[in-house]
């Protein structure tokens, strides 16, 4: 069983950065790829970035290319996802998530019903 727990959120201006946390731990923290996800208001749920194992994969939502970037720290149990240049439409509940390994694979999951464990959720309130 894996925890995760967010950190970092809050509220900023339009343009602002701010950098997002994900501190893992009860597993093995190099066995899982990577995750973030958002939540809007009256919206569903939608990836944003992921990481594979060692850190050698990462893949984002179009609407974050160039401005979100994530990163890992296996040593810290950490995953981390740095926000640039934020906007008012990047605005909602970040989760953080953990998809196991079993199977080497090349890539990294997209959907979220291919991840097996979920922080609670952090607020980002981009104001324009």
């Known amino acids: 069983q894996v925890q995760l727990v967010e950190s970092g959120g809050g509220l900023v201006q339009a343009g602002d950065s701010l950098r997002l946390s994900c501190a893992a731990s009860g597993g093995s923290f190099s066995s899982y790829d990577m995750g973030w996800f958002r939540q809007a208001p009256g919206k569903e749920r939608e990836f944003v970035a992921a990481i594979s194992r060692s850190g050698g994969t990462t893949y984002y939502v179009d609407s974050v290319k160039g401005r979100f970037t994530i990163s890992r720290d296996n040593a810290k149990n950490t995953v981390y996802l740095q926000m640039n240049t934020l906007k008012p439409e990047d605005t909602a509940v970040y989760y953080c998530?953990?998809?196991?390994?079993?199977?080497?694979?090349?890539?990294?999951?997209?959907?979220?019903?291919?991840?097996?464990?979920w922080g609670q959720g952090i607020q980002v309130t981009v104001s324009s």
């Open positions: 998530a953990a998809d196991r390994v079993v199977v080497p694979r090349t890539g990294v999951h997209t959907s979220s019903r291919d991840y097996d464990y």
